[in-house]
């Protein structure tokens, strides 16, 4: 995308006057030449570095739909994370349909509730309702930050107060916990090798899907006993916080033949995954190669969709689900590997080692993912109860 080039300083010759164009208006500036016309330049161009977003910009005639697209622009700039700018994406969907004609400054409590009520009403979970009416509250910040809305907008739609557990309609979401080796098992026996093989590290390592996902041969350093990855991207890389993760002898066994590939491309590669599970199809077919379509006879020359240099969490994660239905047990998602090493580290060692795996800077974080083992309760209870 072609850089807008600086205003200049111009003469407009049939009036004598100054002149400056920015993002498509006119100004005029006074006498050409004066004093005072290179200060108001001067004055506008700052105006407009300080504010490019909301320069020139009426707040009285803005609507809902226009500040939505300004606001979801900053947020894929300033958010790295695609997930983020999805979530925010999500969370203004209803506010531009109910509300797409209505100016920033008519945005009220009854609006704000409204938009609220309609996530209750769809069936979401308490917490998603009180996220989302968080992420409204901030693109209304925003807009004040910007110059693009009155103060009293953010300040009137923030006293109302988030939903509050068995105080409204709004279901309960379950509580995420960590899944069973058995489960597990189970469960890859319907995965490509490369899916299976990442099932595996995943339950060891403890990681993040998306760190995981991000794995690529030039970040993994063999020089020690334990290998250890550096992740540069990752959720709380804007807090300037460091995130490495420690490969041990089982971890490495399953992610060495990975590694053999070009050092700048991802370990895990979505193609890779569908030639493993073309070719047990092919293996399995029953039909003789005379009769029936043969691999590749009923496929599009040019389909739109294409497997990608690297998986993405929902398909890393829809993967998982339907393996789980085809094995037949509980469907569970990636994220619930993470629970599940954090809690048998736990166990196995403490909880500080817990969350020295998990990545954690505080404790009571990590007790949300390592969950108390109730077998070890058990035992403490037959010796102390």
């Not at 290179?38 to 506008?44: G, P, V």
């Not at 109910?98 to 400054?105: A, I, K």
């Not at 098992?185 to 099932?199: G, Q, S, Y």
């Not at 954090?342 to 505080?362: D, P, V």
Request: hydrophobic fraction near 35%; charge should be positive; aromatic fraction near 8%.
């Amino acid at each position: 995308m072609r850089k807008p080039s600086e205003p200049t300083y111009r003469h407009h010759k049939s009036s004598g006057q100054a002149i400056t164009l920015i993002l498509g208006k006119t100004y005029y500036l006074g006498p050409y030449g004066s004093e005072k016309s290179k200060q108001e330049y001067h004055k506008l161009l700052a105006k407009f570095h300080a504010n490019p977003g909301s320069f020139g910009v009426d707040k009285s005639s803005l609507s809902i739909a226009e500040a939505s697209v300004r606001f979801l622009r900053h947020c894929k700039e300033y958010y790295r994370d695609s997930q983020e700018f999805q979530q925010y994406a999500r969370a203004l969907r209803p506010v531009i349909d109910l509300f797409s004609d209505c100016h920033v400054n008519e945005f009220g409590v009854v609006e704000f509730k409204t938009v609220r009520n309609h996530w209750v009403q769809s069936g979401c979970c308490r917490s998603y309702c009180n996220k989302n009416a968080k992420r409204v509250v901030a693109f209304f910040k925003w807009l004040v930050s910007e110059n693009l809305a009155d103060i009293a907008v953010h300040q009137e739609i923030k006293t109302v107060p988030p939903l509050l557990a068995s105080r409204c309609s709004a279901p309960e979401s379950p509580k995420v916990k960590p899944v069973d080796d058995a489960t597990i098992e189970a469960t890859i026996k319907h995965l490509p090798k490369v899916l299976a093989d990442m099932v595996r590290i995943h339950r060891l390592l403890g990681c993040r899907p998306s760190e995981l996902l991000s794995i690529k041969p030039c970040m993994v350093n063999k020089e020690s006993e334990v290998w250890t990855v550096r992740i540069e991207h990752h959720k709380n890389a804007w807090r300037n916080h460091e995130r490495i993760i420690a490969i041990g002898p089982k971890a490495q066994k399953i992610l060495e033949p990975y590694l053999n590939r070009d050092k700048d491309s991802y370990c895990f590669s979505p193609k890779e995954a569908m030639e493993q599970r073309l070719s047990q199809k092919e293996s399995d077919r029953t039909t003789p190669l005379s009769c029936g379509n043969r691999r590749g006879t009923n496929r599009k020359a040019n389909p739109k969709r294409k497997p990608g240099d690297c998986f993405t969490q929902m398909s890393y994660t829809k993967a998982i689900h339907n393996a789980a239905r085809k094995a037949g047990v509980p469907i569970w998602g990636a994220n619930r590997l993470r629970h599940a090493a954090a809690t048998a580290i736990r166990e196995q060692e403490n909880l500080e080692a817990a969350s020295a795996i998990l990545g954690h800077r505080t404790i009571s974080m990590t007790e949300n993912y390592a969950q108390r083992s109730m077998r070890l309760a058990i035992e403490t209870a037959k010796k102390h109860g």
